[in-house]
């Protein structure tokens, strides 16, 4: 069964840093898409961002271009989030989705594989 495990969440103070990670198991393809999205209280949620393995290619909302960056580690699996300059309306629950691809259109698809979830805390 795939299954997506996201590690690194925590607390920080506004422009801060924090790095998370997310490893895919149960599926022994090198190409995925995979994204991260968010909620917080009250509010929907939004994708912050996603990754086509097999080239690299990477998408960001516009809240959050030139401050997160994601990179991979196929070896493992693993994708990773670098997320600095955090603001406190980064705040909230993070989600990352994986699905098994052969083409690099991930930002707007459907993800039928989640994990459980990481919480990002940004104080002011």
């Known amino acids: 069964q795939v299954q997506p495990v996201e590690s690194g969440g925590g607390s920080v103070q506004a422009g801060g840093s924090l790095r998370l990670s997310c490893t895919v198991s149960?599926?022994?393809?090198?190409?995925?898409?995979m994204a991260w999205f968010r909620q917080s209280p009250g509010n929907e949620r939004e994708a912050v961002a996603s990754i086509f393995t097999g080239s690299g290619s990477t998408s960001y909302a516009d809240s959050v271009k030139g401050r997160f960056t994601f990179s991979q580690d196929n070896a493992k699996n693993t994708v990773h989030l670098q997320m600095d300059s955090l603001k406190p309306e980064d705040t909230g629950m993070y989600y990352c989705?994986?699905?098994?691809?052969?083409?690099?259109?991930?930002?707007?698809?459907?993800?039928?594989?989640w994990g459980q979830g990481t919480q990002v805390t940004v104080s002011s």
């Open positions: 149960g599926y022994s393809g090198s190409r995925w898409c």
């Open positions: 989705a994986a699905v098994p691809s052969s083409f690099a259109s991930c930002y707007d698809r459907d993800y039928p594989y």
